[in-house]
């Protein structure tokens, strides 16, 4: 791919990223992507397909063997380890399937370790971050007394506390129940709607559905790009990419219309007026 054109500093910037290993194994093969801020992008793909190393190498986890990465149009690459570390504390939050809450903590603990890391004053901004995913009530508890969807929505204040350019999220409605997944999903979506950049690896076309836009990888490359992407558009795109692949074409959820998992408005945390299981609400 060619030279990105010019224009408004982007959120996150790739630049023809390649990421190989010993043996070699080409995770990455000349990615270029541009997400301005606000956006929600969705990156799908079959397993081995790049997906999770392309969300390391933009999140600064890993450096990749070629390529520029930017994040607000800091460039990575000449960043060392202290900066970068600072970088990722500061300016990018994440969301993770594993959780990766520490239970000795309390849930407001949990929510306000990376200002307290920071040596900020983190009391009221994370008690701010709690209200706003709806656990105000919950910030003396330990993770262990949550369900696993209020865990992970304490995951996501965690990601939002610091106000980052960018929210990198890896699978995070994984191991989640539907209900539970489309409540994180419209935190996310919120997010974006209120300027933030999110970035979600998933498997799962229905909450691809709730991006502004899908990013198909195949064999280190981006194969497919769509706008507005539909749940049923998105897991057609994921058979034709999956062709001769070892995937059973019938192990992706059914995905024929049913019924909504909560009712529009019932917690101040749903940010879309409307959402279903299976798409995200028009704007």
Sequence with gaps: MGALPAGPVPALELDAVCRAYRGGVTALDGVSLRVPAGRMVAVLGRSGSGKSTLLQCAAGLDRPTSGTVRIGGTGLAGLGEAA????????????????NLVPSLSVLENAALPLLLAGQGADGRARAALAAVGLA?????????????QQQRVAVARALVTEPDVVFADEPTGALDPVSAAEVLALLRHAADEGRTVVMVTHDPVAAAWADEAVFLHAGRIAAHEVAPRAETVRA???????????APDGWPDLRPGPSPYEPGAGAHLAPAAASRYERSPR
């Design 237 to 247: 795109l994921l058979h034709e990419l999956g062709r001769g692949s070892d995937e």
């Design 84 to 99: 970068l570390t600072r970088l990722r504390r500061d300016r990018v939050g994440f969301v993770f399937q594993s959780l």
């Design 137 to 149: 009530d919950r910030a003396e508890d330990r993770p262990a007394q949550l369900s696993g969807g």
